[in-house]
């Protein structure tokens, strides 16, 4: 008997120290060790079916092995810290603290420096400061209540101001030249369309007298739930051909019709096991995909409609065979839609993937030509 509880103490405390070590340094390969451990507690059981022991123990092992030969790099095992390198290239945003919210996981209120480096000069170096809505604030923005009109931007990264000024995004661009509006970045890293709908949806408050979604191919991904940045996000799907709220994204192949604390997609996107079940299962590129993709964006145009709000996209593309299919469904519906895609490297931040000022700058004369064109 003192054999047994002996045995029991030192699996549980093997189990806790490989339990802490896997959510200190989100560790997928921790994680298994620590259910291999905790399994032991299994042949302390006389009368459990040893063909079962023996199967839950092999695919335990043999998944660990997986792991182990997938991560080749073995600098890669282990995440200690929020720094992504690339040969002299370094993003950092290793003080950006999220928030499990039901649109997934954003920054919480607080101010964040972000900076990417190459070699030892700056290729941005900026301050975030996001608000109690965990939306992005911009003090340079005046808002007030004398102003009857309300301007809603949605969007991703490109909306929120990756690696930008303050002055230089595309709803502060907006507002120096629509002085009449009171405008609201909505814009969310990592964001999508899917999120937009979720909060239209959940809050009509949060759509302008005119709401700007900018949109693109490239959030196919997103929708399918194949990025890690997805995880948590509200998703869709088709049944019977009306679109309808498919619970909160995990990975490619699984969705909950819960959320789970964000730690566990820290520690199970860090999984080169979940990466590769990921790439066979999805469906991000599929007909179906796209067909989800767009009933959102016409369902978004249609919650707009009804609270007699206008809505544009500004839709880029990624060079792909969907955007000729995406945009002969938004003229086919009748959505209003602006192509502001830009493909040259002067329209992007240097070293980076994401669209500079003065990519804001030609979308927001776009913007302003179809709001002239538009007025009635």
């Known amino acids: 008997m003192k054999n047994k509880i002996k045995n029991i103490l030192i699996i549980s405390a093997l189990f806790l120290t490989f339990t802490f070590l896997s959510f200190k340094f989100k560790s997928f390969m921790f994680l298994l060790l620590s259910l291999i451990i905790l399994s032991l507690t299994l042949l302390l059981i006389k009368k459990i079916n040893k063909n079962f022991l023996l199967f839950y123990f092999t695919s335990l092992i043999t998944l660990f092995f997986v792991e182990v030969l997938l991560n080749i790099n073995f600098n890669q095992i282990f995440k200690f810290e929020k720094l992504s390198t690339n040969k ?3 993003i950092n945003y290793d003080n950006f603290k999220y928030k499990k919210t039901y649109l997934g996981n954003q920054l919480k209120k607080g ?8 070699n030892d000069g700056f290729i941005f170096n900026q301050n975030y400061e996001v608000g ?24 991703g990264s490109d909306i929120f101001g990756w690696g930008l000024g303050d002055n230089e995004t595309l709803p502060y661009l907006f507002y120096e030249q629509n002085k009449e509006y009171n405008v609201f970045n909505y814009g969310m890293i990592g964001g999508a369309v899917n999120q937009t709908l979720q909060m239209i949806k959940k809050n009509n408050n949060y759509l302008g007298d005119i709401n700007i979604v900018v949109t693109s191919s490239y959030q196919l991904p997103r929708i399918a739930c194949s990025r890690d940045y997805s995880f948590n996000a509200p998703s ?3 049944i019977n051909r009306e679109l309808k709220f498919n619970g909160y994204c995990i990975s490619s192949f699984l969705t909950f019709d819960f959320q789970v604390p964000r730690i566990f ?24 995909n796209i067909k989800i993709y767009l009933e ?3 369902e978004i145009n249609e919650i707009s409609k009804n609270n007699n709000k206008d809505l544009v996209v500004l839709y880029y593309g990624s060079k792909s065979k969907s955007d000729d299919v995406i945009e ?8 209003p839609f602006v192509n502001v895609s830009l493909y040259e490297k002067k329209f992007y931040i240097e070293h980076d993937k994401h669209f500079n000022k003065l990519a804001n700058e030609i979308w927001l004369n776009k913007l302003n030509k179809y709001l002239i064109t538009s007025k009635p």
Not at 271 to 287: A, D, G, M, Y
Request: proline residues 0%; glycine residues 2%; aromatic residues 10%.
């Open 88 to 90: 002299e290239e370094i």
């Open 111 to 118: 101010t964040y420096n972000h900076y990417k480096k190459k």
């Open 132 to 155: 109690n809505n965990n939306f992005k604030i911009n003090k340079l923005i005046k808002n007030n209540d004398n102003k009857l009109l309300k301007a809603s931007f949605f969007g």
């Open 236 to 238: 869709f799907k088709m």
């Open 265 to 288: 997609g820290s520690i199970i996107n860090r999984s080169e096991i979940i990466k590769l079940l990921n790439n066979v299962f999805t469906n991000e590129t599929s007909s179906q």
């Open 296 to 298: 959102i964006i016409k």
């Open 328 to 335: 002969a469904y938004l003229i086919k519906n009748e959505i």
